[in-house]
């Protein structure tokens, strides 16, 4: 099975930007929809935006406009970039895919701290 690993995170000051990044170790189209979401301990996990087949991209309202998905299908690579980011934004963010044959697939989630 096709695994995901997360990268980028780390501290950032806000206003700040940061791109993350989720990695598959195989053929990235073997999920159908590949997601960003995000988690604050205490809290339920939020989805950030959904991208299907690197062809449609979809976003949660509250991250609109600040938090950009992208594909680079020859790294077979999602990435999350976030720009003006605010203290609230920091959480662990996750990669989630939903595979073509049956399933779901999360990465192990990177840390993303927003403070001054």
């Known amino acids: 099975q096709v695994q995901l690993a997360e990268s980028g995170g780390g501290l950032v000051q806000p206003g700040g930007s940061l791109r993350l990044s989720c990695a598959a170790s195989?053929?990235?189209?073997?999920?159908?929809?590949m997601g960003w979401y995000r988690q604050v301990p205490g809290k339920q996990r939020e989805l950030v935006g959904t991208?299907?087949?690197?062809?449609?991209?979809n976003y949660a309202d509250s991250f609109k406009g600040r938090f950009t998905i992208s594909t680079d299908s020859a790294k077979n690579t999602v990435y999350l970039q976030m720009n003006s980011l605010k203290p609230e934004d920091t959480a662990v963010y996750y990669c989630?895919?939903?595979?073509?044959?049956?399933?779901?697939?999360w990465g192990q989630g990177t840390l993303v701290t927003v403070s001054s």
């Open positions: 991208t299907n087949n690197a062809a449609y991209i």
């Open positions: 195989g053929n990235i189209f073997s999920f159908y929809v």
């Open positions: 989630n895919g939903r595979s073509v044959l049956g399933g779901e697939v």
